[in-house]
């Protein structure tokens, strides 16, 4: 699901580049998309813990690309415990790409935030969100649950952050998966951060 929705973006946006390329009346429109995509890159992000009241405390520094994960192979993501029903808040500003019901993730939410990241809420008790709702950092997206493979764990929201540019640097030889991580970015990385400037 999550790379699926970076790759959905890559081929919208390959695409529309292609058409406009091709078509010659529409030619000199082909940097409008360029320039869309680095207004996005340029747009600023502070980021908010996404759970109600939650510290850095609330996740093990280390869930991120553990390994073995179940289906998964390595855990895109790191989950944030709390109790069920604890607001779970959007960490950007954005637009709200998606919710779903159904498989791995449960109840879950996308969020298209600055720089062309995809942030990926799952495991929700409820959804609190629709399609192409904007969002500030802190708007109540949902609840905290154990919806999809969290059933019978203790209740967490599972955020995880995508992109569909790489990030040559983060990319890893020696971890199991290593390639993916140019296209997979701890959130730990930000929140930790934020914390310690406030
Ligand atoms: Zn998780």
């Known amino acids: 699901m999550i790379t699926n929705t970076t790759r959905q973006f890559l081929t919208v946006l390959i695409s529309s580049i292609t058409i406009l390329w091709f078509n010659k009346r529409y030619r000199r429109f082909v940097l409008v998309p360029v320039i869309i995509i680095v207004i996005g890159f340029l747009l600023p992000q502070k980021m908010v ?23 998964s192979i390595t855990h895109k993501g790191i989950d944030i415990f709390n109790q069920r029903g604890t607001d779970v808040l959007s960490s950007t500003y954005g637009i709200v790409v998606y919710t779903h019901e159904g498989g791995k993730g449960g109840k879950s939410v996308m969020v298209l935030g600055p720089k062309w990241r995809f942030h990926y809420y799952a495991h929700l008790d409820e959804i609190d969100a629709f399609p192409l709702q904007p969002v500030k950092a802190g708007t109540v997206i949902g609840t905290v649950g154990d919806t999809g493979n969290a059933v019978g764990k203790p209740p967490h929201l599972h955020y995880a952050i995508t992109t569909p540019f790489p990030y040559f640097n983060l990319r890893d030889t020696t971890a199991v998966q290593g390639n ?14 934020e914390e310690l400037s406030d």
Not at 51 to 69: E, I, K, L, Q
Not at 184 to 193: F, G, I, M, Q, V
Request: charged share 20%; aromatic share 18%; hydrophobic share 45%.
């Open 49 to 71: 813990i996404p759970v109600r009241g939650a510290t850095t405390a609330d996740w093990d520094v280390n869930s991120f690309w553990a390994y073995p994960w179940g289906s």
């Open 180 to 193: 993916r991580k140019m296209f997979h970015l701890n959130p730990d990385t930000w929140l930790r951060a």
